[in-house]
């Protein structure tokens, strides 16, 4: 069903159980919905659970300016798949909801990134762990801030200290049940969001 990994596997060992974060994001048709939709899947994959998943943060998009707001959130899940069976599965529910090939930072209906598997390194043609972007995006730092901000990189920096010194992003959390959203563009990010009245 899914790619082979790129790691062939003992036959007698069952492959470990790995916490990665996952980040979600989506421009297109009804995101918060498509994102909602994508948490329930990924509980939904073999070998998969959905631990926790942030509140949904909408934000400006980066790169080209004529495209629609982002809503992204981050999820931890527990996985047995291997890093590019994983991948793999990203891809598919990225397809399954709908996304064509897009330009580079353009817009999409649906896009599943893994931030981090486990402690693991990886440099490969397709894959790159931990995900190479996440120091400069305060859309993926606030989501996971939320859910895990004592998380530490393989190099150390934890995510509290990385949103501390990401680049200056209005990111908005989007709550269902209130018409404006806040913005909280500097740290902290949801306690005092969700603390005023
Ligand atoms: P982006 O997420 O950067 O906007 P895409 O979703 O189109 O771009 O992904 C482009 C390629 O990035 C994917 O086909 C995948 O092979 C590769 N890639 C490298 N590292 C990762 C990662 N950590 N998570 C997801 N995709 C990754
Ligand atoms: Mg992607």
């Not at 909602?36 to 659970?49: N, V």
């Not at 990401?166 to 005092?192: G, K």
Request: charged content about 20%; hydrophobic content about 40%; glycine content about 6%.
């Amino acid at each position: 069903m899914f790619p082979a990994s790129d790691t062939p596997r003992q036959p007698n060992r069952e492959p470990e159980t790995v916490h990665a974060f996952i980040a979600l994001g989506s421009n297109l048709g009804q995101p918060v919905k498509q994102l909602e939709q994508a948490i329930s899947a990924l509980d939904q994959l073999p070998d998969t659970h959905v631990l926790r998943a942030s509140q949904m943060y909408a934000n400006p998009p980066m790169g080209p300016q004529d495209q629609p707001d982002y809503v992204n959130a981050v999820a931890l899940i527990t996985t047995r798949l291997s890093p590019s069976e994983l991948l793999g599965a990203l891809k598919g529910l990225e397809q399954a909801a709908g996304r064509l090939s897009t330009r580079v930072w353009g817009a999409r209906v649906l896009d599943l990134d893994i931030l981090t598997y486990g402690d693991q390194t990886l440099n490969s043609p397709t894959l790159t762990i931990p995900h190479p972007g996440i120091a400069d995006r305060r859309f993926v730092l606030a989501p996971w801030h939320e859910i895990a901000p004592d998380t530490r990189l393989v190099d150390g920096r934890s995510i509290a200290d990385l949103l501390d010194a990401a680049p200056d992003h209005p990111v908005h959390i989007v709550l269902p049940h209130r018409d404006s959203p806040e913005t909280v563009s500097s740290h902290p990010i949801a306690s005092s969001a969700q603390g005023e009245t």
